[in-house]
């Protein structure tokens, strides 16, 4: 079977495909240990920082590389690869389209969500422990206007009670 890639126009073949497999199952396994995915969409996922943070996590874990090698398996069969290939490149032309149209994806690192989301927080902590910094700006800000609070408190509540005798 041959199918002509839309976005290199080289010839992919099937036997093409089990010779690059080869290589880059030998290539992958020393860089990833027993990973053997090597579609042109895993390879342009690895573009981006926080598919590559997620891929080299997933990496760790025994259990998917065993799952991974059973569907790299049936996926490059005899029987499924034109369909393999074809997706592949379908959907790497829509990562193309989306590199295009969003180029901050090839930056945008966990880390960045993580500041954005985490970042007010981080300065409301910051800003609480420089003012709590020592036991006498902690009865500053803390234990004073609590006890001042308190005592309005307890004082409206006497003279409450009083009215009422």
């Known amino acids: 079977m041959e199918v002509k890639s839309q976005k290199d126009s080289t010839l992919i073949t099937t036997e093409n495909i089990q010779d690059n497999l080869n290589e880059h199952s030998q290539k992958n396994h020393m860089e990833f240990g027993h990973d053997r995915i090597t579609t042109k969409v895993y390879q ?95 009865s500053d800000v803390i234990v004073e206007p609590t006890r001042k609070i308190a005592d309005h408190t307890l004082d409206v509540y006497n003279n409450e009670r009083s009215g009422r005798h």
């Open 44 to 138: 342009h996922l690895r573009d981006y920082p926080i598919a590559r943070s997620y891929f080299d996590n997933v990496n760790r874990v025994p259990q998917p590389r065993f799952v991974r090698t059973v569907i790299h398996d049936a996926l490059f069969s005899e029987t499924l690869v034109p369909y393999t290939v074809r997706l592949d490149t379908s959907l790497n032309n829509l990562l193309d389209q989306l590199d295009q149209r969003v180029p901050q994806l090839k930056v945008l690192r966990m880390r960045d969500i993580r500041d954005v989301l985490a970042g007010p927080f981080a300065k409301a902590y910051a800003s609480f422990s420089s003012r709590t910094s020592s036991p006498e700006k902690i």
